[in-house]
């Protein structure tokens, strides 16, 4: 087994106009899917 050089975990890329709003709901516990719905319907 190889020694592991570099470990990332829960590391998001977020785009759109207000990205510290939606890293806010990531961090508040707001999945993928309901993030990716409310942000959907905001813009619908």
Same mark, same amino acid.
């Given at each position: 087994?190889?020694?592991?050089? @570099?470990? @990332?975990?829960?590391?998001?890329?977020?785009? !759109?106009?207000?990205?510290? $709003?939606?890293? $806010?709901?990531?961090?508040? !516990?707001? !999945?993928?899917? $309901?993030?990716? $719905?409310?942000?959907?319907?905001?813009?619908?």
């Amino acid at each position: 087994m190889s020694d592991i050089k @570099i470990k @990332i975990d829960s590391l998001y890329k977020i785009f !759109g106009k207000n990205p510290k $709003e939606a890293l $806010e709901h990531v961090k508040q !516990g707001v !999945g993928k899917d $309901e993030l990716l $719905e409310n942000t959907i319907m905001c813009w619908a």
